[in-house]
Nanobody, 123 residues
């Protein structure tokens, strides 16, 4: 069983920055971030597998950076130049088995999910 604990969400003005973190217990093969805005489906944001380059949704490329600290079993999402349309609940996700093909952009690629952290960007 893997547990994911997220932190770092909050309220920020447009153009500002936030850094989300997700600490995992247990062995992780790959991790990702998704988000869900009110009334919308959950969507892929970024993913990172050890030894491979990060992957991003087009809407966040150049603004968000995903990174992993394997020594802490933690994944981060640095979000810069935030826009009101980035407002959503952000979820980290963990994949514990080697299956499928990276960059794992689908919800069903992942086995465990964090509780979610709210990010609100005001205009």
């Amino acid at each position: 069983q893997v547990q994911l604990v997220e932190s770092g969400g909050g309220l920020v003005q447009a153009g500002g920055s936030l850094n989300l973190s997700c600490a995992a217990s247990g062995r992780i093969f790959s991790m990702g971030w998704f988000r869900q805005a009110p009334g919308k489906e959950r969507e892929f944001v970024a993913s990172k597998r050890s030894g491979l380059i990060p992957n991003y949704a087009d809407s966040v490329k150049g603004r968000f950076t995903i990174s992993r600290d394997n020594s802490k079993n933690t994944v981060y999402l640095q979000m810069n130049s935030l826009k009101p349309e980035d407002t959503a609940v952000y979820y980290c996700a963990a994949k514990t088995r080697q299956s499928g093909t990276y960059p794992y952009t689908r919800s069903y690629d992942y086995d465990y999910w964090g509780q979610g952290t709210q990010v609100t960007v005001s205009s």
